[in-house]
């Protein structure tokens, strides 16, 4: 599974921005999509995950009510809409694919910076 991202960049506090992430190769094999984000100096965390056929959704406390995860199983593209950023969501933002075998599947990352 190969994941390419992009739609990062710079963003005013409470502007928005929306990431997307195509998948190509074994799709078939893909469970689980979600988005997970990484500041300097701190460990890679879990911003969103979203199941097969888009049932369930999951979202880290600090983001609930600001962003949503979406995915289009025809397009193999899951999306990250962004909004009310604040500067604490300044981060490298990366894809991941998780596989029905258990597989993880990561993503180069794509820079979002919210400043003023």
């Known amino acids: 599974v190969q994941l390419q991202a992009c739609g990062g960049g710079l963003v005013q506090p409470g502007g928005s921005l929306r990431l997307s992430c195509a998948a190509s190769?074994?799709?078939?094999?893909?469970?689980?999509l979600g988005w997970y984000r990484q500041a300097p100096g701190t460990q890679r965390e879990l911003v969103a995950t979203?199941?097969?056929?888009?049932?369930?959704?999951n979202y880290a406390d600090s983001v609930k009510g600001r962003f949503t995860i979406s995915r289009d199983d025809a397009k193999n593209t899951v999306y990250l809409q962004m909004n009310n950023l604040k500067p604490d969501d300044t981060a490298v933002y990366y894809c991941?694919?998780?596989?029905?075998?258990?597989?993880?599947?990561w993503g180069k990352g794509t820079q979002v910076t919210v400043s003023s």
């Open positions: 991941n694919a998780l596989t029905k075998s258990l597989m993880d599947y």
């Open positions: 190769g074994s799709i078939h094999s893909i469970n689980v």
């Open positions: 979203i199941s097969n056929g888009g049932i369930s959704s």
